[in-house]
């Protein structure tokens, strides 16, 4: 009696232990625990993922507040944890975004955890200042808009602003509280009692930052007004003018007669369609002689109408033409070329004086057309001893001197892209022009192709090995565009039915999983630049697993255990099926395990009938796996199981694990018997 309680305490010692001994070896994949930190817009946030089986790739998907989605790889470590990092340039927009992960190739994501990127802060470059009127009356009140944003254009919210004037007048903010809204924005009313011009600026209270941006308002008694005190005719508001679209410049209070080397004053004006001055017009404009003697005229630098200006300005003694002849210059608004204003200036005779071309200058470098560098060389040959002066768009940008050899050459500094006018002169002692170079026009274009999109087709469900058509747009025209696939490297065609669409097909990977592209290009101007991680396709599996090994059937009372092998797959398995029935050549019966555990059993048989067993894997692709040997087994009612179905079963199937200790426990208490005996 004392044997026998002693067999049954190790048998449930057995059992019990038996828990935690094969709780991890059956287990499923374990389910990801995803988590990702708030962050602030521009510094990027780390994506982690944990209870992951270690070694394991995992997939992170995370969605930005636009909708958009980027796709992150990582390797889970020794103890289950997979970090991957969102980079600063993807996390520049602020709002709400959602991280998931999934092992890769499963498809199966979890729920979507969201984490918060914050605005960062305000930007005083960035944010903006705007007024809906630049000319008011004193009855008036024009309207301020107060934008406040940081670097990459995200709203500040919640922040107080506070409207100031050079001058004493009336601002009030439109809410009871001046704070932004959800869009960054609040708004103020501004009124004066006194005529005059009001500087405004915009401060942030909450962040205690003035914004660079200033606006001005003129504040006028009425039409007719005439008040010296605001400055006399200069500053009328007259009764024809207008604030209405600009139709075109002119140029008034021409001299009646302009000789060579005087300087020359001219007044522009602003008119719209029906001859009214634009007196609102803030607009910047850019001078230029459009005849073939351009570079013998010295001009005014590109200007901004203010407010005061009332859309007419006057340019004291700013143009100069070294030679006699017909001018003709044009004043154009450098934001619309359409609207321009001509003038034919003639230019006779008169004194011969030191601005009088006695010097010779010509530019020698850059040469005329377009550049991908930013910085230039201007080289050229003036009198030797000579200082020279490089202008850009007439605006001065250095100074050089002509070495003995006659040769000067001056850096620029980095040039903006666009179009630049380049032209020398040199000068004496007192800056007296001896001589002009003719002009050189070059476009400077240093910024890369921009990436627009990347597509495959067929995009998923690819067959290893299976042709990928890659279509990439970008801009149009560019001099090289590839991608690369590991150690594939694909160049792309252009799609002429398509400007800006390259097309090519590569062959797809024969392992199974989610690829992407590296996406090169070039443009015709030798800017470079590369993308990462471009656009995704799917290649499922085309292997089916292998052929499931030692399969060993244990009998008992009208049931059977099976216990078999792992198989393998360029997959996963996702579980095994097992087939039987009564006859070898028809296993007319089958059941599917619940995961890819090798254990389970087979119940509600007959004792003392044959049946025949076979077991085959089926991985995430539902195919199939080679069939084994079959093997055979008979329930006996004499073989107690000792161990009911699984909980949740129905009894007839179900995995199989405790049953697996009990041949070895029976087997040391047999052995141990029999050394007693002995």
Do not use: C
């Not at 808009?145 to 254009?153: I, M, P």
């Not at 050079?166 to 609040?186: E, K, Q, S, Y």
Request: avoid cysteine; hydrophobic fraction near 35%.
């Amino acid at each position: 009696m004392k044997n026998k309680n002693s067999f049954f305490r190790l048998l449930f010692l057995g059992i019990f232990a038996s828990q935690f001994l094969f709780s991890g070896v059956f287990a499923a994949t374990p389910s990801l625990s995803i988590s990702a930190l708030d962050t602030i817009a521009g510094y990027g946030t780390a994506l982690k993922a944990t209870n992951a089986t270690p070694g394991a790739r995992i997939v992170f998907t995370v969605q930005q507040p636009n909708s958009t989605q980027l796709f992150f790889d990582a390797t889970a470590d020794s103890r289950g944890n997979a970090t991957a990092e969102l980079s600063d340039y993807a996390s520049r927009l602020a709002g709400i975004y959602y991280v998931s992960a999934e092992y890769k190739g499963t498809k199966k994501p979890g729920a979507p955890k969201p984490f918060r990127v914050y605005a960062e802060s305000v930007s005083p470059s960035r944010s903006s200042l705007v007024s809906d009127l630049h000319i008011a009356s004193l009855s008036a009140t024009p309207k301020v808009n107060v934008t406040l944003s940081d670097a990459y254009g995200n709203p500040i919210v919640g922040h107080e602003v506070r409207l100031i004037s050079t001058r004493a007048d009336a601002i009030r903010p439109i809410l009871r509280r001046p704070v932004t809204d959800t869009a960054g924005f609040v708004q103020f009313e501004v009124s004066s009692a006194m005529p005059g011009l009001s500087t405004l600026s915009a401060y942030d209270i909450t962040a205690e930052v003035v914004l660079e941006n200033r606006i001005q308002i003129f504040f006028t008694n009425s039409v007719t007004d005439s008040d010296p005190a605001i400055g006399g005719d200069d500053l009328l508001l007259a009764k024809s003018s207008s604030t209405s679209a600009v139709h075109t410049f002119e140029f008034e209070d021409v001299p009646d007669l302009i000789s060579k080397n005087d300087p020359t004053t001219l007044t522009l004006t602003v008119y719209d369609s029906s001859k009214n001055v634009v007196s609102n017009y803030t607009g910047k404009i850019h001078f230029s002689v459009t005849s073939a003697n351009a570079n013998l005229a010295t001009l005014p630098d590109d200007y901004t109408f203010t407010a005061k200006d009332l859309g007419k300005h006057t340019f004291s003694l700013a143009f100069q033409f070294q030679q006699k002849g017909d001018y003709k210059i044009r004043a154009t608004d450098i934001l619309n070329d359409k609207i321009y204003g001509e003038k034919t200036i003639t230019v006779t005779g008169g004194k011969d004086g030191s601005l009088v071309p006695s010097v010779s200058v010509n530019i020698l470098a850059p040469t005329p057309g377009k550049t991908g560098q930013n910085v230039q060389t201007v080289s050229g040959t003036a009198a030797p001893g000579k200082d020279v002066k490089i202008f850009d768009n007439n605006a001065e940008i250095g100074k050089a001197s002509a070495g003995l050899d006659g040769k000067f050459s001056f850096v620029t500094p980095s040039l903006p892209d666009g179009n630049h006018e380049f032209y020398v002169v040199a000068v004496d002692e007192k800056s007296v022009i001896l001589g002009t170079s003719g002009k050189v026009k070059i476009t400077v274009d240093a910024t890369p192709p921009e990436l627009t999109s990347v597509s495959f087709q067929p995009n998923i469900d690819v067959a290893p090995e299976d042709p990928v058509q890659v279509t990439v747009v970008s801009e149009p025209s560019l001099s090289k565009i590839s991608v690369s696939l590991g150690d594939t490297l694909l160049d792309l065609d252009p799609d002429t039915a398509n400007p800006g669409n390259y097309t090519g097909t590569l062959a797809a990977p024969a392992q199974a999983g989610t690829y992407s592209v590296k996406v090169f290009m070039a443009d015709e101007l030798g800017n470079e630049i590369s993308y990462d991680k471009q656009g995704s396709f799917t290649v499922v599996s085309s292997q089916k697993p292998s052929a499931v090994p030692n399969i060993t059937a244990f009998p008992a009372d009208a049931r059977v255990n099976l216990v078999w092998g792992k198989a393998t797959d360029d997959g996963t398995i996702a579980h095994y099926r097992i087939y039987y029935g009564t006859s070898a050549e028809n296993l007319d019966q089958k059941v599917d395990t619940r995961d890819a555990s090798t254990t389970w059993y087979i119940a509600g048989l007959q004792n003392a009938t044959l049946y025949y067993f076979n077991v085959v894997a089926v991985d995430d692709q539902s195919q199939e796996g080679e069939f084994s040997p079959v093997v055979t087994s008979t329930p006996d009612a004499s073989i107690n199981p000792l161990f009911p179905a699984a909980p949740g079963s129905t009894g007839e199937t179900g995995p199989e694990v405790l049953w697996l200790l009990v041949p070895s426990i029976l087997a040391g208490r047999f052995l141990g018997k029999k050394k007693k005996i002995i």
